[in-house]
């Protein structure tokens, strides 16, 4: 029998760019296609997405990509992919409708293979099949994966939490995930994101009285601001809108879209008349306004942000306003966030963004529902995903605490398959793998170097220096010239720069002018030991030597 | 009567570089002296200090700088008053002597006039005088101060907390405060940072079981890592080590220097034998090592970063060591700090940074604490500082429910002082203030055009383009020379730009070419449209023209 290779192209130790491949003989089964975020330290990046290489060179092996649901870091790298890769793309109804249009911007919609699944369906693909089982989250329709190999069900759970009241009243089916772990799971694959959280996770429907509190009491009107694809939370606005006498508007173009997309839909059901548009809330009074925005994370362009600037065009804020802050901050973005909530409270807006009844709760289970999938699926081995190190680190603690046994605990590192076959499990070779950053321009691959003198040139500046010679004379032409950018340096210093500069070229004897190389080289010499002197700063320096 | 001028240049409406002047008539008294970190967006600043100019124009009327403790948000600016401003220094000795090398270092510490106050002392300065009062804090010798004005008394808290068991067993002077309350406090200006967390903060000593638990169950070393003055987080280290058989070395300059300064002061009481140095440990068992480490803000250059990427030549870890994260995350910080943590779990290291049994403590007084301070002070007016907005906003509704009158609560805003006199108090005209960023050359001045630039840079990196021409000829010279940094394209491009400019400018008319100005517009506007087209990217270009 073949052996099954569970090969993590993102996504463990690490949360963000989910990307698995299941790979049995010559079929190979990709789970997700997500993207991540930059942090800090990557300057000028949009986007970070996995590098493809393996799929790429095992193209014509690919049988099928499953999308377990529609948040960014499970779909938003699937374009990229698509350039490379042609395969069928398995995902539910509500999963398609939201990733169309970024597909269609970047690819020929045409052209690809959409199939959609219902939770329950039974997928052959090559010598594997993929059966989607339906579980809770803070998004709809969002799938474990039950992947049948010759070794037994790899069970992947997607990002998950046992909500017993979800907002679509949909549960997660616990009976089918009891059934499969009957029937054999050989590996499961969890998502790891709330293992430091103790107890059972809230219901998404217990932050409803939290906004019913707020949309009773706030003086004027209530913004609220939570992730574009909070689908669930959004429909808690429209009724509790509805309920409170609040009609409802949308900022934000990713927001409007998800609602229009939604509603058509019937995942979103608005009540009759608590739809507005901008346009329409100069006509109502304050109290009778809510609006959804976008901004949660701080992100300057969006929203929320240009209004507690005072440079967003379409409205502005005003003291009465009440803002509820119904998200989690993303690393990295607390400080953007903090920012925004303190401009906010300085014009006079009251935001509420931690009280004792919660406006926000968590898509992702806590430890003891996390105890309750191992429970349920009882699997032979079990390995963490969807957590960083940490995560994964608590998790096989956890997992021993239950009394699973410590060899049939894996640790996965992107990169590293974990190979399954009659007797056991265990490390592969590493594959090709890593991230590859997109800049802002969308051009994949932004280089080491690259960063490094972007962080450089941030720190402190860039000048640069032309100086004209003429080898064959061996004499220099003209004066040199300098300018900068982000330098901490006034202009009579730059000028100093430039005559002092003139002066060792011009003093050059011929011959050492000739050798273009030697100019070049003392003229950065020259300028950056004369700015390390007066500045004790050492930006680029940039010698331009131009031969005439 | 004079007007009583309460005039805040730093630390109200944000945590960080406080600073308060009290002016009557004229006599000026400047409360701390303080600095605050940069943000994410101050890219290449190291330091952010207030604008002394209100200051620097009364510097004959400034009668003494008041310290109330030595953290850096309460000290960190005063070398840099005292460039302009020469006045006498009030501070503990303690703080004197944590201070003492940093002043070395940026002034002639000769020409300063550093007095040492004790707890209880009188100071009179011209019309007021300063009373400093215990308070318990993060660090030793903290001082509320109590400044007598012809209005009454204007008590500012200082960073404090109410702990009945500090690890130095100096209470705060209660009863004090509750005489200067009956005596009559017609301002307090109160620590908020705290306000949002209810019910009364744990005392440090809190801590001990959670370092004993640790202490004695890890397998192998233990580091801690907290802030370098955070002394009475250390002492509890060499205790719980002595009482557990460790030896304790330190990691950082900084925590190096302040460990020597306190144990030779007394201020830390290092148990016999229980401190060593670093070469001494390998001489030891790991289970009786302990390291006192620097880094717990994630700083790039600490020596716990640099260990967790294995970059430290003094000291490497191993899997088997626990580290202790024993502070709290400076917002901004989250992201490098997890990212540390992360790296070290991956080696194998067990990072204890949540416990049932707490391994940190905040200095900062919770709710209650805040509530005992008013109710013992009776202050007439009340203002919260050391707080952002959101702080702020909390504290004055915390005041509102304890019955204080809205009226005669005031929130502060930096550069707009607050007057009192015999009948009221009410804001007047704006004082010149604001921030001052510092690079990290420690020049003063960073402008904001110069971050702008940067914020590009750093985005998208620069390109120089360089040509030679002959103004007088109207002729190009030399071909188009093309530099480039931090800009994510081949070099094959960047060859195809250097043709397109030469031949742009080649193709120019004579007349055209003279218009020196035109050439440099034209070189700057070619090359930017060929990148933008190209890459979708906007880099900064500077086109350099010589002229020959």
Avoid at 305 to 317: D, I, P
Avoid at 369 to 375: F, G, Q, R, T
Wanted: aromatic residues 6%; proline residues 5%; charged residues 25%.
């Amino acid at each position: 029998m073949a052996v099954v290779q569970i090969l993590p192209l993102g996504g463990v130790g690490e949360i963000g760019k989910n990307c698995m491949a299941i790979r049995q003989g010559d079929d190979i089964i990709v789970v997700d296609v997500g993207l991540s975020f930059p942090n800090e330290e990557m300057l000028g990046v949009d986007i970070v997405i996995p590098d493809f290489q393996y799929l790429i060179e095992n193209k014509d092996l690919v049988r099928g990509i499953f999308l377990t649901h529609a948040h960014e870091d499970h779909v938003g790298s699937l374009p990229y992919l698509l350039r490379d890769v042609k395969a069928p793309i398995y995902a539910s109804e509500f999963t398609h409708a939201l990733i169309r249009s970024k597909l269609e911007e970047k690819s020929n919609i045409k052209e690809l293979d959409l199939r959609v699944f219902k939770p329950g369906d039974i997928i052959e693909v090559g010598s594997m099949s993929v059966e989607p089982v339906r579980v809770t989250h803070s998004i709809p329709e969002t799938t474990a994966m039950a992947i049948r190999t010759q070794h037994g069900i790899v069970l992947m759970t997607a990002d998950f939490k046992f909500d017993f009241t979800p907002i679509d009243g949909k549960l997660s089916n616990i009976a089918r995930l009891g059934e499969l772990g009957k029937e054999g799971v050989i590996l499961l694959l969890s998502d790891s994101t709330n293992v430091e959280r103790p107890g059972w996770g809230p219901s998404e429907r217990s932050v409803i009285p939290g906004l019913r509190k707020v949309f009773n009491e706030a003086p004027g009107r209530v913004l609220l601001t939570t992730f574009a694809s909070s689908i669930h939370r959004m429909q808690q606005v429209y009724d509790v809108a509805a309920e409170t006498g609040r009609k409802v508007a949308v900022l934000g173009r990713r927001m409007e879209q998800n609602v229009d997309i939604c509603s058509r839909m019937g995942y979103l059901k608005i009540p009759r008349e608590t739809r507005v548009n901008l346009d329409e809330l100069k006509l109502l009074d304050p109290r009778q306004i809510a609006i959804l925005s976008t901004g949660s994370q701080g992100e300057p362009m969006s929203a929320l942000v240009q209004m507690s600037k005072e440079t967003y065009g379409r409205m502005q804020l005003v003291a009465g306003d009440t803002l509820i802050y119904s998200a989690r901050p993303i690393p990295g973005n607390e400080a953007a966030i903090w920012r925004t909530v303190n401009r906010l409270f300085r014009m006079g807006v009251n935001v509420v963004y931690e009280s004792a009844t919660p406006v926000h709760v968590s898509g992702h289970g806590y430890q003891e529902e996390l105890k309750m999938m191992i429970n349920l699926t009882r699997p032979f081995y079990v390995a963490p995903v969807h957590g960083e190190p940490r995560h994964q680190h608590m998790y096989c603690k956890m997992a021993q605490d239950m009394g699973h046994p410590e060899h049939r605990i894996f640790t996965l590192t992107d990169g590293i398959p974990l190979y399954l076959d009659e007797k056991e499990a265990y490390f592969g070779e590493p594959f090709p793998c890593g991230r590859r950053l997109v800049d802002y321009g969308g051009n994949v691959g932004v280089a080491d170097e690259v960063l490094r003198d972007r962080t450089t040139l941030a720190k402190d500046g860039v000048i640069t220096v032309a100086v004209a010679i003429d080898p064959e004379q061996g004499e220099m032409v003209g004066d040199a010239f300098v300018s900068a950018k982000g330098v901490n340096a006034p202009d009579s210093l730059l000028a100093q720069l430039a005559e002092v500069v003139t002066d060792h070229v011009a003093s050059l004897r011929e011959h050492e002018i000739k050798d273009v190389d030697k100019v070049r080289h003392d003229v950065g010499d020259v300028a950056r030991r004369f700015i390390t002197k007066r500045l004790n700063l050492r930006p680029i320096v940039l010698p331009n030597v131009i031969e005439v």
